[in-house]
C-alpha cells in the first residue's frame, strides 16, 4: 500500500450496530487563539477495537521503555524514537486505515468566525485571510487578530462593551494605512458591521448563562469527527471522548443536535477518562502528533517525511486557510467551517 494513499471513507463493521469511535484533542487554548501556545487545533478520532488499542499501547511502551506512567505523543515525537512514530502511522501500523483527525488553523479559524459575525458571509474569510496574511506586516496582523478574537470571545461578555471601539479604532487605523489597495477594500467591508459586532456584544450580555462559544474549536471538530464517521450512509456513531470542562450537558446536547442537522447520525457523545481507555489514548497520541507536524509546516520548518505520513489521516473538512500547507496536507484551501457555527 502507498504510504501517502488517503484511506477514503470510513471502514464498515459489518453487523449494522452503533460505530463507536474513541476521540481526544490537542492544542486547546480555549478562545484565546491568537495569544496561546499552539497555531493548529487538533481533534482526532479513532475506530480500532479496545483488546488492539492494549496491545498498540503495550507495543509501544516495549519500543520506548519510558517509566512514565501515562504515554503521550511527546514521547512518539522524539527524535530517537522515530522509528516508532512511523511504526505508528504507517498503513501497516495500529490505526490501519482506522483513524482521522480535524485540523484547525487558529488564525483562519479567528477570521471566518469574524467575516460570519461582521459580514453574514462565511466566504469572505479567504479574502480576509490573504489580506492579513499578505498586506500587513507582522506587528499590524497579530495586533489586528488579537482584536478580533477579543471581539469574538464570549468571556468578555460582562465588559461594557470594550472590545467593540478596541476593534474598530485598529480597523480604522489600519483602513488609513491601505486606503486605495485591494486590503483596504476589504477591511472597508468591515468597517460596515459595527452594528452587527454591537448587536453580538448585547446578545452575549443577554445571553443564559450556558453559551456555545463561538471561538472555541473544539466544539465543531467534535461536529465534524461525527459527519465523517456517520459518512454518506448516515452510519449511526457513538463518540467516546476524553473528559473536558467546555463539554457540559448542555453543549453536548447542542454538540448532538447540530450533528443531527447537518445530517451526520450521532446517537451519542460519552465522557470518559482518557488513561482507562486505551483507544482514546491512541486518538491523543495521532491529536498531538497532528498538531505538532501541522504547525511546523504552518510555520515554515516543517518535517516533509511526517508531513506525509500525516497526510492519508487529515479529514477534508478541516479548517485551514494557508494554500502552501493545505497542498502539503492534502486539503483544499481555504475551507470554512460555516457549518457548525455556534
Not at 479513532?46 to 514521547?75: C, F, G, N, Q, W
Not at 461536529?223 to 459518512?231: K, R
Not at 489514548?281 to 508531513?307: S, Y
Request: proline share 7%; aromatic share 6%.
Amino acid at each position: 500500500m502507498d504510504p501517502h494513499q488517503d484511506f477514503g471513507a470510513p471502514p464498515g463493521d459489518g453487523d449494522g450496530a452503533v460505530r463507536e469511535i474513541a476521540c481526544d484533542e490537542s492544542g486547546s487554548d480555549g478562545e484565546n487563539l491568537t495569544g496561546g501556545n499552539t497555531d493548529v487545533f487538533a481533534h482526532a478520532g479513532v475506530h480500532v477495537p479496545a483488546p488492539d488499542a492494549a496491545l498498540a499501547l503495550r507495543e509501544i511502551r516495549d519500543r520506548i521503555r519510558s517509566p512514565a506512567t501515562e504515554y503521550k505523543a511527546t514521547h512518539l515525537l522524539r527524535e530517537k524514537h522515530r522509528a516508532v512514530l512511523e511504526w505508528f502511522l504507517a498503513p501497516g501500523g495500529p490505526l490501519r486505515g482506522a483513524a482521522r483527525v480535524h485540523l484547525t488553523e487558529k488564525s483562519f479559524f479567528v477570521l471566518d468566525r469574524l467575516a460570519g459575525v461582521l459580514l453574514d458571509d462565511p466566504g469572505a474569510a479567504a479574502d480576509l485571510y490573504r489580506t492579513v496574511r499578505e498586506a500587513l506586516g507582522a506587528e499590524d496582523r497579530q495586533r489586528f487578530l488579537s482584536v478580533a478574537n477579543r471581539l469574538l470571545r464570549t468571556r468578555n461578555g460582562a465588559e461594557p462593551g470594550s472590545s467593540v471601539p478596541l476593534f474598530f479604532e485598529t480597523l480604522d487605523e489600519l483602513r488609513r494605512a491601505h486606503a486605495g489597495s485591494d486590503a483596504g477594500l476589504t477591511l472597508e467591508r468591515l468597517a460596515a458591521g459595527r452594528g452587527r459586532a454591537e448587536a453580538y456584544r448585547a446578545g452575549l450580555l443577554d445571553a443564559p448563562a450556558v453559551r456555545i462559544p463561538v471561538l472555541n474549536p473544539l466544539l465543531p471538530a467534535i461536529v465534524a469527527t461525527a459527519a465523517y464517521w456517520s459518512g454518506p450512509g448516515r452510519r449511526p456513531v457513538r463518540l467516546v471522548h476524553d473528559r473536558q470542562n467546555l463539554l457540559t450537558p448542555e453543549r453536548i446536547a447542542w454538540i448532538e443536535e447540530t450533528a443531527r442537522r447537518s445530517g451526520a447520525a450521532l446517537a451519542e457523545l460519552r465522557l470518559v477518562v482518557a488513561r482507562d481507555d486505551p483507544r482514546v489514548q491512541l486518538a491523543d497520541f495521532l491529536a498531538g502528533i497532528a498538531r505538532k507536524a501541522a504547525g511546523d509546516a504552518l510555520r515554515g520548518n516543517g518535517d516533509p517525511g511526517l508531513t506525509a505520513l500525516l497526510r492519508p489521516y487529515v479529514d477534508p473538512a478541516s479548517v485551514w486557510g494557508d494554500d502552501r500547507t493545505a497542498a502539503a496536507l492534502g486539503l483544499s484551501a481555504p475551507n470554512s467551517s460555516a457549518r457548525a457555527r455556534g
